[in-house]
């Protein structure tokens, strides 16, 4: 009986394809209008992630100074000191790296090639803490580290303004009034955050940067790279109390330091993104209930327009479950095969924007799926009560209606 | 027992004051193999019983016995199945499918039967050729005239083999040539294959190809005559 129903519904949507692909548009349209806002929605969450884990999404910057816009009187802020590093190195838990930094601008020059930059003189933890990569040579040997030897590792951005074509490994670079040897290059990251560049800088030992550069051993900030198994707001408070500690600030004093928790930002950022993803498919869900209501409507006045067919179906020996059966064989085949087409225009088209947009595409199964339901269900309800109506009619009542 | 027996059937269509008496004790016999005109003045209910015989509509009170069986007693279902098994309906205005070829038109009680495909075509096309549209099979109802169509209806009706044939005023929307060629058609068929048949019918010309002509009047049968000339 079923494969009755499937061949009397196939001819009946053969039989009216306007109606039928009308019926089908409403529900690609939903399905592809609120898969394509959540996909769309969730690449971009994806990429802010992206985006902060680039920073180190487990790294706190502790640098001196009451933080943004805050404690302006009371001359420089006090800088860091080896000892402060070792301290927090050696007594907070959860801490994976500590990379101190020493940062001065310069000048840097190669051949008739100038450019100016931002040196940060630091250790080797400052690659492992900022999730820095290097796309040619080596870091810091532990000699040239322990003697704070004139050598560089040169962000992607002073390759290409200084070397072009040039291999810079091996390359003698000159900072303000000393010279230095390029032992690598750091893989390119491109813009995080406004305003910092982070491929725009020349990162030598610290020792030679105190000694050669700054002239004093300030240290500047320093990055913690924490354990991912920490809560890093928890090391935060540590380090705080400890730096409190060995800058003697006590009571209600204002902390004359501050520490940056990209991971906040990061679950800020995010949090923000799912709102709008979450505000993008409410308003996707909307046209999705439309194109429901399209179907529905669609359904009605066919199944109006069909009393009479209906008539003559039961006339001729149809039984009732005959003929609802086609009629619900029929929604469901259309309201499936929009559903699926509607799957596939999402797909062309999160595949399309987002690689146009620049973020990742993340296929997310439960929406496709939820989509897919939502459109079959309208079909099944508003293809089902209709057509059961009709289908109760005695022959020659359905046969008069007009 | 007379194939087809009805007994003090009555028929009232709406309730309370708008209620009214249709048929008001109707008794009437069909053997099998018989050609029956039913004549009458409009609105005598000559439809009204047509749809009750052809088990398309159930009496408000009375019996009907089908082949034996109490009609009045089944469920729509039941009733369906008697109409899909033994009953073929031939009405004024065709019912055929629209935007649906001849051949499909008529395909379709088989469908309902369960037939598989080879066995639906082949009789399809046998009751088109029955008919005189075999060369029509694939055009759709709004590419044949009335009369054409009424063969397909009519095709649609015997597909099935049915041991009775009802015709409400088949001719009704048809000039008299036309008239004439679907009177031959039905004639040949109770004649041939000896198919009960039960016919509306206005004009004497067309009652005179049935054996018996019952006549009706405000919802009683006021008479019922043999046909002499083919008697
Ligand atoms: N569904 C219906 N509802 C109300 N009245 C009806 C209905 N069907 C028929 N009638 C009435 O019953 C009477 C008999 O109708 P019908 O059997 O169609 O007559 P005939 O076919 O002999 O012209 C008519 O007066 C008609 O108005
Ligand atoms: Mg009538």
Redesign the interface.
């Known amino acids: 009986?079923l494969l009755?129903s499937f061949?009397?519904a196939l001819?009946a949507i053969r039989?009216?394809l306007m109606r039928s692909f009308l019926t089908t548009l409403g529900i690609i349209i939903g399905v592809a209008a609120v898969v394509t806002m959540v996909t769309l929605g969730n690449g971009a969450t994806a990429s802010v992630k992206e985006q902060i884990s680039a920073l180190g999404s487990n790294m706190l910057t502790v640098r001196p100074g009451a933080g943004f816009g805050r404690g302006g009187g009371g001359g420089p802020p006090r800088p860091f000191e080896d000892a402060d590093v070792e301290a927090v190195r050696a007594q907070v838990g959860g801490v994976l790296h500590v990379a101190p930094q020493a940062t001065t601008s310069v000048t840097a020059v190669y051949e008739a090639q100038n450019w100016s930059t931002t040196v940060t003189g630091t250790t080797n933890d400052y690659f492992a803490a900022s999730n820095f990569k290097l796309s040619e040579g080596r870091t810091f040997s532990e000699p040239e580290e322990q003697a704070g030897k004139s050598v560089c590792v040169i962000g992607d951005t002073i390759r290409t303004s200084l070397f072009r074509d040039v291999d810079p490994v091996g390359a003698s670079l000159r900072l303000n009034d000393i010279s230095c040897q390029v032992i690598g290059v750091l893989e390119k990251r491109g813009q995080a955050g406004p305003g910092a560049d982070q491929d725009d800088q020349v990162v030598m030992p610290i020792k030679a940067v105190m000694r050669r550069l700054t002239g004093n051993r300030d240290i500047r900030a320093f990055q913690v790279a924490v354990d991912p198994r920490f809560d890093t707001s928890a090391v935060s408070a540590s380090i705080t109390s400890l730096l409190r500690e060995r800058r003697h600030l006590t009571g209600n004093t204002e902390n004359d330091f501050n520490i940056f928790d990209a991971k906040q930002i990061s679950d800020t950022l995010s949090s923000a993104t799912q709102t709008m993803t979450a505000l993008l498919a409410a308003v996707a869900a909307v046209s999705l209930v439309v194109g429901g209501i399209g179907i529905m409507n669609i359904m009605l006045v066919s199944v109006t327009e069909r009393t009479?067919?209906i008539?003559?179906?039961?006339?001729?020996?149809?039984?009732?479950?005959?003929v609802l059966m086609q009629f619900l064989v029929e929604a469901v085949t259309l309201s499936c095969l929009g559903g699926i087409i509607g799957l596939f225009l999402a797909l062309a088209l999160t595949i399309g924007i987002s690689s146009a947009m620049h973020i990742p595409f993340v296929f997310d199964v439960k929406i496709n799926l939820l989509a897919f339901a939502f459109a079959a269900a309208i079909g099944i309800i508003f293809g089902f009560f209709p057509a059961r109506r009709a289908a109760s009619l005695?022959?020659?009542e359905a046969?008069r209606h007009e | 027992m007379s194939l087809i027996e009805l007994r003090g059937v009555t028929k009232v269509f709406g309730s309370g004051q708008s209620a009214f008496q249709a048929l008001k004790g109707v008794d009437l016999d069909i053997e099998k193999g018989e050609f029956v005109a039913v004549m009458g003045a409009s609105g005598g209910g000559k439809s009204t019983t047509m749809?009750i015989l052809?088990c398309?509509?159930?009496p408000t009170t009375g019996t009907y016995r089908f082949k034996g069986i109490p009609v009045e007693t089944l469920t729509?279902?039941q009733r369906?199945?008697l109409?899909?098994?033994y009953?073929g309906?031939v009405?004024q205005g065709f019912?055929?499918?629209?935007?649906?070829s001849a051949l499909?038109n008529v395909e379709?009680?088989l469908?309902?039967?369960?037939e598989d495909r080879k066995t639906r075509r082949a009789a399809a096309l046998a009751a088109l050729d029955r008919v005189g549209l075999l060369q029509w099979a694939d055009h759709t109802p709004a590419e044949l005239s009335g009369g054409q169509q009424q063969r397909v209806a009519i095709a649609?009706a015997i597909v099935?083999q049915p041991q009775v044939l009802f015709a409400d005023e088949p001719t009704g929307n048809l000039d008299s040539e036309r008239s004439i060629e679907i009177m031959e058609l039905l004639s040949a068929l109770n004649r041939e294959q000896g198919i009960t048949i039960a016919m509306v019918t206005h004009e004497p010309d067309m009652a005179a190809y049935a054996g018996t002509i019952i006549r009706f009047r405000d919802g009683l049968v006021e008479e019922r005559i043999v046909n002499k000339v083919l008697a």
């Open positions: 009986m009755t061949l009397l001819r039989r009216h009479r067919e008539g003559i179906r039961l006339a001729i020996g149809a039984v009732q479950r005959e005695n022959p020659i046969l | 749809n052809g398309l509509d159930t729509n279902d369906a199945m109409r899909r098994r009953l309906f009405f019912n055929l499918l629209s935007r649906t499909e379709l009680p469908i309902y039967r369960g649609r099935t």
